[in-house]
């Protein structure tokens, strides 16, 4: 094959790159626009306080844990909505949507019930006793205006298991602007507001997610898609498509829980060694989030993709395209490993205070550490979102969810046992992280590979 042909067969075929970026383009710029929307929190906060930076990042995470059993589970619904579609059974698809519904207004009062117990943990962790308050104070707002959020993202994974992302997009871009104006006149105090820091910072945040969320639903339950899709006869609870639901969801939702409740433990134990390392990995973790967020709209195309190829029975088609998410992130992902390894400092010094104090000072050097040993593994990533939602939307959650959740409670232990029983430094402590990482990746490659992903049916089981 002549190297013209490959590049025909890459990005023209059906299942190549430009049919992966014409769905998964505006849910990279989309979830860039999510990360650009937390970065400002912190950024604008780092200028007023770095303990209130931090407590965004602590705060930030605890939420997340309470909420992503429930985002991983009615996530599932894109990857069902997409195998509908694939399957030309239109009408299932707002019925698939509307059971993720029913998910996320059940998860709204349990996150609120449950916010004792995420503050408890800030004291177990040893979190500076400065940044409890401020986290505590995000937490609760966060979690009280959580229900738009979770409608958000039920009603983005509709649009993208049909295909149509860049209404997700544009509801993001709406998400940002509302977020960053609110940011800068409620954390700051202008026009007339009183300064509120990492309060006006939540509620900007909770603002932005409604407004996404008000887009898309009108979007929703507008003529063209309630008549090509029959919306209006989606709005009842449906068993046989719950049952799916929680079958397939289920797995996806407690591997995104434990994932992130053990991203949020090797958080806590960077911030438990005092106020100088947890201004550093704070600043770390920021920028890989940045890094890390857009690749998250290629793992969600790809999983669409792959669910439509897998409704229609083109398996071959489904392959192909995960090898070209693959591609695309790989490329994605170099640049960020250039820019990580070739100006740390620059990336450090964004978030120097107006009034640089002791603790930054001191964080910095280390901070540019902690990026230089990131850009070892942001290579990886591409290939383990790619693999990660290619067998989601087969149907293969309960692999990815076992293997997923054993890998990074084995962070943790690793990372445990370095920094509080070995005491070794913290960069060659994220060092030991970053080679296991890349090992995580072969594992995966092994499962999709074996190809038992292939012969799971989902709409016809």
């Given at each position: 094959m002549?190297?013209?042909?490959?590049?025909?067969?890459?990005?023209h075929k059906a299942g190549g790159i430009k049919e992966l970026m014409h769905l998964a383009l505006p849910m990279i710029i989309s979830m860039a626009l999510d990360g650009i929307m937390i970065f400002t929190d912190r950024l604008f906060l780092a200028k007023v306080d770095p303990l209130q930076m931090n407590a965004t990042l602590g705060g930030g995470l605890a939420i997340q844990v309470l909420l992503f059993f429930f985002f991983g589970l009615t996530g599932y619904s894109n990857a069902l909505v997409a195998q509908y579609f694939g399957a030309n059974e239109k009408s299932q698809a707002p019925k698939a949507t509307f059971q993720a519904m029913i998910v996320a207004l059940t998860a709204w009062?349990?996150?609120i019930l449950f916010r004792p117990v995420a503050i408890s943990f800030f004291g177990w962790m040893n979190t500076p006793a400065a940044q409890i308050g401020f986290q505590t104070i995000y937490l609760n707002i966060l979690a009280w205006a959580c229900i738009f959020g979770l409608l958000r993202h039920v009603l983005a994974n509709y649009f993208t298991g049909i295909g149509k992302t860049r209404i997700v997009m544009n509801s993001t871009i709406a998400a940002l602007v509302v977020n960053i104006i609110l940011d800068y006149i409620l954390i700051f105090g202008k026009i007339g507001f009183e300064p509120m820091g990492i309060k006006g910072a939540a509620i900007?945040?909770?603002s932005g997610e409604a407004a996404a969320m008000l887009m898309l639903f009108f979007t929703y339950i507008g003529?063209?898609?309630?008549?090509?899709?029959?919306?209006?006869?989606?709005?009842r609870f449906n068993w046989e498509v719950m049952k799916k639901l929680l079958y397939y969801g289920s797995p996806a939702g407690l591997e995104m829980f434990l994932n992130f409740l053990a991203f949020y433990l090797m958080v806590a134990l960077f911030h438990g060694q005092g106020e100088i390392i947890a201004t550093a990995s704070t600043i770390m973790f920021n920028w890989d989030m940045i890094s890390f967020i857009p690749l998250i709209g290629i793992e969600i195309?790809?999983?669409s993709l792959v669910g439509r190829y897998m409704g229609a029975q083109k398996v071959h088609l489904a392959e192909r395209s995960t090898f070209s998410a693959i591609k695309v992130g790989l490329i994605f992902s170099t640049f960020t490993m250039l820019v990580f390894m070739l100006i740390p400092e620059l990336l450090v010094s964004v978030f120097k205070p107006e009034n640089a104090d002791s603790i930054f000072q001191q964080a910095a050097p280390i901070s540019v550490s902690l990026i230089r040993v990131a850009s070892l593994y942001v290579l990886s990533e591409a290939v383990m979102i790619s693999f990660v939602g290619a067998l989601r939307g087969a149907g293969d959650t309960y692999f990815t969810m076992f293997a997923s959740i054993g890998v990074h409670w084995l962070f943790v232990g690793i990372?445990?046992?370095?920094l509080n029983v070995f005491h070794i430094s913290v960069p060659t402590s994220w060092f030991f992280i970053a080679v296991f990482y890349l090992a995580f990746c072969g594992v995966l490659y092994w499962r999709f590979k074996g190809g038992k992903w292939k012969n799971i049916h989902i709409i016809n089981s």
């Open positions: 002549s190297i013209q042909t490959y590049i025909h067969n890459s990005y009062p349990l996150t900007a945040t909770v003529k063209k898609n309630r008549t090509e899709f029959s919306v209006m006869d989606s709005f195309g790809i999983t990372l445990y046992l370095s």
